[in-house]
């Protein structure tokens, strides 16, 4: 199963743009690459998915080079409320390859 | 639309105790999923549905039971609960694998 990697930990302040990478080098070419945010206390939601290229939408952007090893999430202008953890997951449709890593635990600081 | 919703919130077990976790959506999603967050990791699959009368095991199944009789429900058993089974269970639901949709979750300790 192809494996994703990130940071465990993240800081940032209010009003600044967050990058968080994640790496997947033995992506297939059926994966397509999802992004959830969770609170504390709280199941996880879907914040954005892509193939390729770039993806926007109204929370944030997903960044894919031509290669698709890795893949960024761009959160602009972050707040308070931005601080949870944040997974980056693979998945092609195969249901048990929908695999949750430990994710990104972002914190925002006034 | 009250979404996915997850009965009970809370529940503490003896080991050895049964109990059945109750997962239901109101999206007409086909597929359903049942999920356990131990402290400070990932979610872990344990069981999914694709459709009425179908399951499914995924990456830790052992230990559980699970139902879809209707297709708005999604029932989760212990049959025998032992302490490594504590943890938080989130349901899911979704009409596309990648963009599921989470219940508030269950907080299951085992005694």
């Known amino acids: 199963l192809a494996k994703t990697t990130q940071p465990i930990s993240m800081d940032s302040y209010e009003g600044q743009e967050v990058n968080i990478t994640c790496s997947h080098n033995?992506?297939?070419?059926?994966?397509?690459i999802t992004w959830y945010q969770q609170f504390p206390s709280q199941g996880p939601r879907f914040i954005i998915q892509?193939?390729?290229t770039k993806v926007t939408n109204e929370v944030a952007s997903l960044f894919i080079p031509a290669d698709r090893k890795s893949s960024t999430l761009s959160l602009p202008r972050v707040s308070l409320s931005d601080t949870a953890v944040y997974y980056c997951?693979?998945?092609?449709?195969?249901?048990?390859?929908?695999?949750f890593g430990a994710g990104t635990r972002l914190a925002v600081h006034p | 639309n009250a979404g996915v919703t997850q009965t009970p919130k809370f529940r503490v077990l003896k080991t050895g105790q049964s109990m059945t976790l109750l997962c239901a959506q109101d999206?007409?999603?086909?597929?359903m999923y049942w999920y356990r967050q131990d402290p400070g990791m990932g979610l872990r699959l344990i069981h999914y549905?694709?459709?009425?009368?179908?399951?499914a095991k995924g990456e830790v199944p052992d230990g559980y039971n699970v139902s879809r009789l209707k297709k708005q429900n999604f029932l989760l058993g212990l049959e025998s609960a032992a302490p490594s089974q504590t943890s938080v269970y989130f349901c899911a639901s979704s009409q596309t694998v990648t963009e599921q949709f989470f219940g508030p979750g269950t907080r299951l300790t085992v005694l």
């Open positions: 549905s694709v459709g009425e009368g179908t399951t």
């Open positions: 033995n992506i297939a070419t059926n994966d397509y």
């Open positions: 997951l693979l998945g092609d449709g195969g249901y048990n390859k929908l695999i």
């Open positions: 892509g193939y390729k």
């Open positions: 999206m007409n999603h086909e597929y």
